[in-house]
């Protein structure tokens, strides 16, 4: 159900401002399908007032009508310092339909816009619409993207560029910012509202609990370990992990210069804004881990409704401490997983953290370099092992791939059975900045093929897709370095 709290001054009704001349950019069939819209034999729905819909140019298609749209306000730590009140500053609820909410991001300016604008630009757009489908086709949580619309009307950026709207789907697009928005402005009875309706509507499981606001904050902290354990198997970075873009469901949530990793380096930064590396790629798991306890302290005061302030804090504290556990288990089962071990042995940790460490000094590409593991035989000569000519050091990559050999072999690793299992999880398609970009750059000549191609590839990454090999690729020096701020 849709985030609707009664007379509350944190929620506001807003209606969408029309764009001139809608077009659709890109359309994701597989998203239609979950909220059950009828489409034609192009795969676009067979209603074609959909498009003014998901333009923001009508509430009522027929079949369809979303009477009450609203934004609501969220607060937040941006880089780490509270920046007070934000919001939907240019995303707007239309309403639920088949148990997902449907938001337009994009569709103008809301009570909580701030000196902003209301619009998303195309390319911007472009990136959340592609993104959001290749994550949830990677088996990661995330918002859905259902489409992008695409209008000439003209928005001021670094340069003029054209606006755009995405429309998104999510079961809630609840934020952390959301909890710290009533904890700043002290208002404990919407808290406790917010909290119940989360309860009620997406962790039924707290209900029946004595203390079912330590239990919703211990499942939200372990989704959001677990999602970030993700991220960190396929190489994603999410750019902005401020805690107003942190998912109250543990959804990838807002992307914006997000970016997936190319060639392998830890502490790779992918947003350009970013210039101390708060957010760079080895540092994920510990700032969603601030982020949690962010959440924790909005918290604190539902826990003192039953309990005295440091009861509450200590019951809150001992259930953060739970999330650095709860990441290890996911990601060290997730990269077992991504080596093709079926068992689980005492070197395995140092076995891939030595992996990992080679593979950052040769700057090897992250998705191609477990892909390959996965072909290797278990009585392949090492000089017959293509992937070893990635790495600088190899006397490094040989003992290491002799000791990687050494334990598939002590598990009686089956080639054929261990191959399928590593394809399945080691994806071969993602979506790289320097594809992005091309598929940017036709569409803002009018050509969206490119979108619709890496939709397609991305909606089954695991897959090999002859056709496509050059997709696979990872960029030439000249288009790795492309650079994507929060300008958008
Ligand atoms: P973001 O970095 O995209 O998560 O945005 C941070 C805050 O600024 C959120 O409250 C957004 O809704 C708001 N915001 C970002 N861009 C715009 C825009 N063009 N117009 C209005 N609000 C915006
Ligand atoms: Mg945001």
Request: proline residues 6%; glycine residues 6%; negative net charge.
């Amino acid at each position: 159900m849709a985030f609707t709290l009664s007379g509350d001054d944190a929620i506001h009704p807003v209606l969408p401002s029309p764009v001139p001349d809608p077009y659709w950019v890109g359309f994701s069939s597989s998203a239609a399908q979950l909220i059950g819209i009828p489409l034609n034999a192009a795969g676009l729905p067979q209603d074609p007032a959909w498009l003014a819909l998901l333009a923001g140019n009508t509430l009522d298609i027929g079949s369809q009508q979303f009477p009450n749209p609203l934004a609501s306000a969220y607060s937040g730590h941006q880089f780490g310092v509270w920046a007070g009140q934000l919001g939907d500053g240019r995303a707007i609820l239309l309403g639920d339909i088949a148990g997902q909410e449907l938001q337009l991001k994009g569709a103008g300016k809301t009570r909580y816009s701030r000196m902003g604008d209301g619009r998303a630009v195309l390319r911007s757009s472009i990136r959340e619409f592609l993104c959001s489908e290749a994550m949830h086709s990677l088996g990661i949580p995330t918002t859905r993207a259902l489409s992008v619309v695409g209008s000439d009307l003209p928005v001021r950026r670094e340069t003029i560029e054209t606006a755009a709207i995405c429309a998104r789907l999510a079961p809630s697009f609840i934020r952390i910012g959301h909890f710290e928005h009533y904890a700043a402005s002290q208002n404990v009875d919407r808290l406790k509202e917010l909290a119940d309706l989360l309860i009620q509507d997406h962790y039924p499981e707290c209900q029946p609990s004595d203390e079912p606001y330590l239990d919703l904050f211990k499942q939200i902290s372990s989704r959001n370990a677990i999602l970030v354990a993700q991220w960190q198997a396929v190489g994603f970075c999410h750019g902005v992990l401020n805690s107003d873009n942190i998912s109250a469901l543990g959804l990838t949530i807002d992307y914006g210069p997000f970016g997936f990793l190319d060639h392998f380096q830890i502490d790779h930064i992918c947003n350009h804004s970013d210039q101390g590396g708060r957010y760079a790629y080895h540092r994920q798991p510990q700032i969603m881990h601030w982020n949690m306890a962010c959440l924790a302290s909005a918290l604190i005061p539902l826990l003192t409704l039953n309990h005295s302030e440091e009861e509450a804090q200590t019951l809150l504290k001992e259930a953060l401490d739970h999330f650095p556990t709860v990441y290890a288990q996911e990601w060290q089962s997730l990269f077992r997983a991504k080596l093709g071990f079926s068992t689980s042995e005492d070197g395995d940790i140092q076995l891939i953290e030595r992996l990992l460490q080679a593979m950052h000094d040769s700057r090897v590409d992250f998705t191609n370099l477990f892909r390959g593991l996965s072909s290797i035989s278990l009585n392949s000569a090492l000089d017959t092992i293509d992937l070893r000519n990635d790495f600088i050091n190899q006397p490094l990559i040989d003992q290491w791939l002799s000791d990687y050999l050494l334990r598939l072999r002590a598990e009686s690793s089956d080639d054929v059975e261990r191959k399928h299992r590593m394809s399945s999880v080691n994806p071969k398609y993602i979506l790289r900045n320097h594809l992005a970009q091309a598929a940017i750059e036709k569409a803002q000549n009018k050509d969206f093929s490119g979108v619709a191609t890496l939709l397609k590839l991305l909606e089954k990454p695991f897959d090999e897709h002859p056709a496509f090999q050059e997709y696979a690729i990872a960029p030439p020096p000249n288009l790795a370095t492309i650079e994507v701020s929060c300008s958008s």
